[in-house]
């Protein structure tokens, strides 16, 4: 099976552009999450969809959204970026988000604010 | 609250000396736990995880990893470290219908000698 693939890899954009990102899962996951890893902060959640449902949401402000289409495949977006949106964002797909599932994670987009 | 607190950020060995990452958790309920690392420039790669059945957890690369719930931790190890290990690797918590967030310690840089 095919690995989690996100898309693009590498982007640079300048502070009050807007960004959207793509993930697609592995066949037959339903769950899609997104985290934000940063140097100073670690990795942190910022969304779960499941079947096209926002499930879970961490402490992102509101310019941090996402959505989930039937096909499973996810998009982030970011809207009015700040420096501090410079990041690794990662997403993880499992079969399902109980909690026991392992989640899979991509290569990640690396974001870079000007 | 749930936390995880990897009690070394960055951990020196030598080739083919025994590597020990230290993981402490802090959950109100039986956890899933897990370990990933991270080579530079990568995604995440799932080392093993645990979820209440054994509470010795055999991963890949010779990786294990021990469940003690009297002391609240999840400590990784491995008998003779290879070069190939040198990468960042993160102990995770993942709550029962918490809708994918998965909650990462900070860690720990294992850097491999020659």
């Known amino acids: 099976k095919a690995g989690v693939t996100q898309t693009p890899r590498y982007l640079i954009k300048t502070r009050g552009q807007q960004v959207t990102l793509s993930c697609s899962p592995i066949?037959?996951?339903?769950?899609v999450s997104w985290y934000q890893q940063t140097p100073g902060q670690g990795l942190q959640f910022l969304f779960e969809?499941?079947?096209?449902?926002?499930?879970n949401k961490g402490n992102f402000p509101g310019r941090f959204s996402g959505r989930q289409f039937s096909n499973s495949r996810s998009e982030m977006n970011v809207s009015t970026l700040e420096l501090g949106d410079s990041a690794l964002y990662l997403c993880?797909?499992?079969?399902?988000?109980?909690?026991?599932?392992?989640?899979?994670f991509g290569p990640g987009t690396r974001l870079l604010v000007l | 609250a749930q936390s995880v607190t990897q009690l070394d950020s960055h951990v020196s060995v030598s080739e083919g000396t025994p590597v020990l990452l230290r993981c402490n958790y802090s959950?109100?309920?039986?956890?899933?736990l897990f370990w990933y690392v991270q080579h530079p420039n990568k995604g995440l790669q799932l080392l093993l995880k645990?979820?209440?059945?054994?509470?010795l957890v055999k991963g890949i690369n010779g990786f294990e990893a021990e469940f003690k719930k009297s002391e609240t931790s999840f400590h990784l190890t491995k008998p003779s470290a290879h070069m190939s290990d040198a990468a960042e690797y993160f102990c995770?918590?993942?709550?029962?219908?918490?809708?994918?967030?998965?909650?990462f310690g900070q860690g720990t840089e294992l850097s491999v000698k020659p």
């Open positions: 995770v918590v993942s709550l029962y219908n918490q809708g994918g967030k998965l909650i």
């Open positions: 969809y499941f079947s096209e449902t926002q499930r």
């Open positions: 959950s109100s309920y039986s956890p899933s």
């Open positions: 645990y979820t209440s059945a054994a509470t």
């Open positions: 066949s037959g996951h339903r769950s």
């Open positions: 993880a797909s499992s079969t399902d988000s109980q909690g026991v599932e392992t989640q899979y």
